[in-house]
């Protein structure tokens, strides 16, 4: 090589030296100019070196969102020496965000924010992997554990404080003008010290103020700095390097804060009863073989992106709100007429929230035409295509918000502040809505979203209800173009906060002075807010024409404070029914009868506001029951075509939400699945799992634990590989099914026991470690109760709907029976574990039960987890496993008897694929067409039609109804599975519809639930396809099934129970 290049230069001309400047020059250009293949297009503008920095000027999510009506919703932008994808437009940004989330989960290296948060060591900056992922779930569970509280030291309580005291020391201003940014700011971060430390400061507190003002400092550096991130090396040049040298000061005064406070709590530890964010980390540090790796210096790193996250963005909102209530006087006007309609001169709450649509509305609106995170900067996490372009591993990607909610096409005049865009026709508040994603969206959603929402709720209401803000008089309009940096910040503006005068009266008896008033200020008391609250407590309308409206107005604080006053409103409240009785000339014994009467209507016929409708049909007492019939899942989906996908059903006394069709179910049981996560209280479920095991606990932190420990059991046992895998024991359990089969020598039989007793059978191996003969009297009693139980359940679904039925002799057979058998049940399942707790191999588990002694032996771990728990979740795997695989093999079955073209179809498959081999689940993917009958057995018959009943966790909007926390809600797979729109002759067994035009199977298609979804999709669902390919690949390699000759077609509708059970039907096995 090197005699080649000596003997070109003789020719040429070139001295050693021209030829080295040359390929220094060649090699620069190429790193300047390189662009991978098949990238999006560049927009004009670009310069060497610099890129498109220019040309993106101080505006950078303008400038994008204008390029994007030249360029397309994808292209690239230079900036310094890399490529940056950018995503424009709701389309775009959703498919990277939420669709395909993990691709697109990573973070992209930005030096400045990775020196303030340790390279990774948090959670904001840290690279998507799985310390990633452990680190968001543990802070989520955190932070949501720590959001349910209430009372005393709940997220509310000290945010309706710091709320209140906010409001006081925007009064000292008495209505001058002022600056409200820093009083905010203090207050934002008051609320997260109280969360992370579990207390609040004085805002005069010289620690407080150095954390305050540090925080401060660093955000703005960061915003300053950014240069930075694209030119690392700038960092060693003096005076441009000035923004990260102040970064890293004000950063360590903001991490010795952080780590006193670790240090005092760690002092202070009550591991019984953590108090705060801080505390919770410090337990999840001590158990590091829970969560492995979790170190005290993530621990501050992690509360140090609580700080940096949280203070800023919310301050920023919550000015950006203020400042568009002074540019838009008759908006606040509406919502000051809202408060005083709802709120009154209470302090406003979380309650009070789903009746201020208007306010809800309006922060919404702030976020969108002011949208604090305008460009979110990701990372690609491997190769991936995106519109037709190649986006390499490792890419930064570019989403620009700002396109979102400034978008025409969604929202029409976008530059005008308009709250209404966020209220449907009857004025309540539109939480979702395509093309707004203020706080991102996927693996990488603000973690802090929820507080977030509750403290611009809280404070915005606060402030309004007690000020008119309003611009300085003979100041300009406050400039709303806003200062780019790592948020969208308003310019400097000041305002008048002009106290409110309440127009609610209080009754001349209870009114307070102002002397009195100072005095309950400066009184403290416990769980009492110290602020006038009044209430109206009774509205009294004209009795028979002669009484006017009564408005009865109690002035609470001062009864607490003051026992002369609650007395006063005693003898007030007894003197007034006393005038109301002479006025209407009723006696007192006419008027308790009366009011009996009046509650028990109203028990009766009690109805939320603004639930979904009633379908016809519905009697007194029994309510829809008698309108349902045998089948209520094919009356459902029936009113489901006259009443929509949303309607309510009056089940005895309770009203139950039923849900139809697939948007309306995965937006309950996927999108939304927390919120409909729980369980109603039904009797005979609680009898059955005494809210001690998973199929029918309810929602709360214990279900979550049995969950996650069953979950984790049940996947280490179904990896397992080779001798002893579940694999092997359902290979081996199919051969005693194709033997037994095979002892009838093709005549009648029938096979529904036998396939029980194999299900069964597996189940045994997997939580016994042991097979049974199926002669074995411990087996049979087991799988008897099993039967029994399901059984039992099914018939007794009266009780769970008039639960004081049970006391009824005669009818409370069937509570008396379940008893029985679930002793029986639980009777062989405590002789396995006393059996299993006798050879317990600590260092090799075998199998369910052992797993679930050595976690009860790790109580500390899994606080709570006791062996009568493990003998419920046993329980949940024989009932609920059993007789569901069971009955899908039945349907099965008797569906290839009705159609031989199918069943021959799936013997040419299995003999041209398996041969005389034996079915494994190595196959699986080389037999599409046997997985799409068990696929299509399951859509056609679903198993359990109307899921498991459900309950609401909280209040929540379904549509444009209202759902009240507690309510049952029932959703309809049936109208899913049988749905026109996704499955064309929904009635016609055809397994085609799970192939695509390739012949692949399709495993996931829309409107396709069977294994029901989210929090509470089915644990089993991996074991029990693995079960039904097996069995059923093993049935029909060695036999053809058909129908006895000169017998009727077999009954395809069905016996309706707590699963969908084939009616008894005879087949004949011919082997192959």
């Known amino acids: 090589m090197a005699g080649a290049v000596q003997w070109v230069f003789p020719f040429s001309g070139l001295t050693l030296q021209t030829f080295i400047v040359f390929c220094a020059t060649f090699l620069l250009a190429c790193v300047v100019f390189k662009r991978s293949r098949n990238l999006p297009p560049y927009p004009a503008g670009r310069v060497p070196i610099l890129g498109h920095l220019l040309a993106l000027g101080r505006e950078p999510p303008l400038k994008l969102t204008a390029w994007r009506r030249q360029y397309g919703d994808v292209f690239t932008v230079r900036m310094g020496m890399e490529d940056v994808v950018v995503l424009n437009g709701y389309t775009a940004v959703k498919d990277a965000l939420v669709d395909r989330s993990e691709l697109f989960a990573s973070k992209a290296p930005m030096y400045q924010v990775d020196v303030m948060l340790g390279f990774g060591k948090d959670i904001f900056s840290a690279s998507w992997g ?25 997220i509310e309580g000290n945010i309706r404080e710091e709320a209140n005291c906010l409001r006081n020391r925007i009064a000292e201003n008495d209505g001058q003008p002022f600056d409200i940014a820093h009083d905010v700011m203090v207050a934002v971060a008051n609320i997260i010290c109280s969360m992370a430390f579990g207390k609040r400061y004085d805002y005069k507190d010289e620690s407080f103020r150095e954390l305050s003002q540090a925080i401060n400092t660093v955000s703005s550096e960061l915003a300053t700095g950014q240069i930075i991130s694209f030119f690392p090396w700038l960092r060693f040049v003096p005076v441009v390097n000035r923004s990260i040298v102040n970064v890293l000061k004000e950063n360590s005064k903001v991490q010795k804060v952080l780590r006193e406070e670790i240090s005092r709590h760690r002092e202070h530890l009550d591991r019984e009863n953590p108090r705060d964010f801080i505390d919770f980390c410090l337990l999840e540090v001590d158990q590091q073989d829970k969560v492995d790796g979790l170190t005290e210096e993530n621990v501050m790193y992690i509360t140090k992106d609580l700080f940096f996250a949280g203070i800023e963005t919310t301050t920023n909102t919550l000015l950006w709100s203020l400042l568009y209530m002074v540019s838009n006087p008759d908006v606040q006007n509406k919502v000051q007429q809202e408060l005083d309609a709802v709120v009154g001169a209470s302090l406003p709450a979380l309650s009070h929230r789903s009746q201020l649509p208007y306010v809800n509305a309006c922060l919404m609106e702030t976020m969108r035409i002011r949208t604090l995170l305008s460009v979110i900067l990701h990372a690609t996490a491997q190769e991936v295509k995106v519109q037709g372009y190649d986006i390499s591993k490792g890419t930064r990607v570019l989403m620009n918000m700002h ?36 706080f991102s969206g996927g693996h990488r959603v603000c973690l802090g979203e929820q507080l977030a929402r509750m403290e611009l709720f809280l404070f915005f209401s606060t402030l309004l209800q007690s000020f008119t803000i309003k611009t300085p008089e003979g100041a300009p309009p406050p ?29 001349h008896k209870l009114r307070v002075s102002m002397a009195r008033w100072k005095e309950l200020q400066a009184t403290p008391a416990a769980g009492v807010e110290r602020l006038i609250r009044i209430f109206d407590v009774l509205d009294i309308q004209d009795i028979l024409g002669k009484l006017k409206t009564m408005k009865i107005r109690l002035e609470l604080v001062d009864c607490v404070f003051n026992p002369k006053g609650m007395a006063a409103v005693v003898s007030w409240i007894a003197g007034s029914v006393q005038e109301i009785l002479l006025i209407s000339g009723l006696t007192a014994q006419t008027c308790l009868v009366f009011c009996a009467a009046f509650l028990l209507a109203y028990v009766l016929l009690k109805r939320p506001q603004n639930l979904p409708p009633y379908p016809a049909g519905r009697v007194p007492v029994l309510g829809h029951l008698l309108a349902l019939g045998r089948a209520p899942h094919l009356k459902l989906t029936a009113w489901r075509r006259q009443y929509g996908d949303v309607f309510t059903v009056r089940m005895g006394m309770e009203d139950v939400v039923v849900l139809n069709g697939y948007t309306a179910v995965k937006d309950a049981l996927v999108d939304r699945s927390e919120l409909f996560a729980s369980r109603p209280p039904v009797y005979l479920f609680d009898a059955f799992g005494k809210n001690k095991d998973i199929l029918t606990g309810h929602w709360d932190p214990g279900f979550k634990q049995r969950k996650r420990f069953s979950t984790t059991v049940l996947k280490n046992l179904g990896m397992k590989v080779g001798r002893g895998s579940i694999e092997e024991k359902i290979v081996e359990e199919a051969k005693f099914l194709h033997n037994r089969v095979a002892e009838y020598e093709g005549k009648p039989f029938d096979i529904a026991h036998d396939v029980t007793v194999t299900v069964a059978n597996v189940i045994c191996t997997m939580t016994f470690g042991r097979r049974y003969d199926y002669e074995d009297e411990s087996f049979q009693v087991l799988s008897e109760a099993v039967t029994a139980v399901g059984t039992e359940l099914a018939a007794g679904q009266i009780i769970s709907v008039f639960p004081s039925l049970r006391f009824v002799p005669g009818v409370n057979r069937v509570g008396t029976n379940l008893v029985e058998h679930l002793s029986k049940l639980q009777r062989v399942l405590w002789e396995e574990l006393s059996r299993h707790r006798e050879h317990l191999d600590r260092e090799n588990p075998r199998d369910f039960l052992d797993f679930g002694l050595l976690e009860v032996e790790r109580q500390e771990k899994v606080d709570g987890l006791t062996e009568e728990i493990v003998i419920y979740l046993t329980q949940n795997i024989f009932v609920a496993g059993t007789e569901t695989t069971a009955d899908t093999l039945l349907w099965a079955l008797l569906y290839l008897t009705q159609n031989p073209a199918i069943q ?143 017998a009727p077609p077999p009954n395809t509708d069905g016996v309706v129970g707590i699963t969908l059970t084939p009616h008894p039907f005879k087949l004949c096995a011919i082997p192959r």
């Open 904 to 1046: 021959h179809k799936i013997h040419e498959e299995l003999d041209a694929v398996v041969g005389a081999s034996l079915p494994a689940l190595s196959h699986r993917s080389q037999l599409p067409y046997v997985n799409a009958c068990l696929l299509e057995t399951m859509r056609i018959r679903t198993l359990v039609p109307l899921s498991a009943p459900h309950a609401t966790t909280q209040d929540v909007k379904v549509q444009q109804f209202d759902i009240p926390k507690g309510t049952q809600v029932l959703p309809n797979l049936h109208s899913l599975h049988t749905d026109p729109a996704y499955w064309p002759d929904p009635d016609r067994f055809d397994p085609e519809r799970f192939l695509d035009a390739e012949g692949n199977v399709i495993n996931k298609p829309e409107s396709f639930m069977p294994f029901s979804g989210g929090r509470r999709v089915c644990l089993g669902e991996q074991l029990a396809r693995m079960e039904l390919f097996l069995f059923f690949s093993t049935l029909l390699q060695s036999f053809t099934f058909k129908t006895p000759e000169g």
């Open 130 to 154: 799985s310390e990633f992922r452990q680190r968001k779930r543990f802070a989520t569970t955190v932070l949501k554990n720590l959001g349910m509280r209430v009372g005393r030291g709940s």
């Open 479 to 507: 400039n709303t173009d806003g200062i780019f940096g790592l948020a969208l910040k308003p310019h400097p503006f000041q305002l008048c906060a002009i106290p409110q005068i309440s127009r609610a009266p209080i009754p």
């Open 403 to 438: 396109s979102l909610h400034m978008d025409p096409a969604y929202w029409p005049d976008p530059d005008r502040f308009d709250p209404e865009r966020f209220l449907d026709a009857e004025g309540n508040v539109i939480n979702k809505l395509p093309a707004f994603m203020p």
